[in-house]
């Protein structure tokens, strides 16, 4: 579970996130939404602990990000919004060497590799460098890094950007299935059709504040719209993120 209190961070004069609150429980899939520069990745970079706040509280699970980033996390598995992968070695060696850095001993890392490359269906191009990929190769094989440490709290910088419609469709599958399974799940996007179709509840946010909060059918219930098109022009304020 994640929770946000009082998030703040600036960068000179822009104030990129300006006091944003929210909490993730377990078991559902939570959709950070908002137009592009609404905040969206520099909330989460301070999230993963990548970025100290000017302000404000981060609990992952409870651990308090701040006072020990190590533990937090360690409980957490992150796709950032740069997926860098060493492009000498190969997918596996990717996967692996996360592992190593988690801790892992050589059995249960060989064993979860192998479970996330049938889970993702990396199979194909496990053993292959990185170099070269597709967009859709990349992004999986950084999942499979990301959870290779099997943490509770998913934390996704828009992991469909640059993805067909096939390989969106696995990516959503994916997710719900790490619902399923009780974890934890955090995506960003701001696309509203992407967030609609998968998540449990929706943090909308922009220029660096919580706009509204809610499931879907809260959401519709607090603007008084049925279509979550209608909901989502009204409390961003433009039509951005609608494609
Ligand atoms: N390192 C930085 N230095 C200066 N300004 C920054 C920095 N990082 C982010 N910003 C600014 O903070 C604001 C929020 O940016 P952020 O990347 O968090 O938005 P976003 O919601 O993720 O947008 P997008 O959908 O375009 O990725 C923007 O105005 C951005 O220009």
Redesign the pocket.
């Known amino acids: 579970m994640l929770e946000v209190q009082g998030l703040r ?1 600036a ?2 004069a ?1 104030q ?2 300006d006091g944003v609150s929210f909490s993730a429980p377990d078991g559902a899939i939570t959709g950070l939404l ?12 301070m999230l993963y602990t990548l970025m100290r706040p000017d302000a404000g509280s981060i609990r992952i699970d409870g651990v308090d990000a701040q006072v020990d980033p190590l533990q937090a996390r360690r409980r957490m598995g992150v796709l950032p ?1 740069a997926k860098g992968l060493y492009k000498r070695l190969t997918a596996r060696e990717n996967i692996e060497y996360f592992g190593r850095l988690q801790g892992l001993g050589e059995a249960t890392l060989r064993e979860r590799c192998e479970q996330l490359i049938q889970a993702l269906d990396l199979g194909e191009i496990a053993d292959r460098k990185t170099e070269g990929f597709s967009q859709g190769q990349r992004v999986k094989t950084a999942i499979a890094r990301a959870l290779i440490h099997a943490p509770q709290n998913i934390l996704l ?2 992991p469909t950007n640059g993805l067909d419609v096939m390989a969106t469709r696995a990516m959503r599958r994916f997710l719900l299935g790490l619902r399923e399974a009780g974890h934890c799940v955090l995506f ?1 996007s ?1 696309i509203m059709q992407e967030v609609a179709a998968l998540c449990d509840r929706i943090v909308v ?1 922009a220029h ?1 504040r919580v706009v509204a909060q809610g499931t879907p059918d809260e959401l519709r219930a607090q603007t008084g719209m049925d279509n979550l098109e209608d909901v989502f022009v009204q409390v961003i304020g433009s039509e951005e993120g609608l494609s």
């Open positions: 961070k960068f000179g822009i990129a996130v908002g137009p592009n520069g609404a905040g969206k990745t520099t909330t989460l970079r919004d910088d828009e960003s701001h946010i660096g």
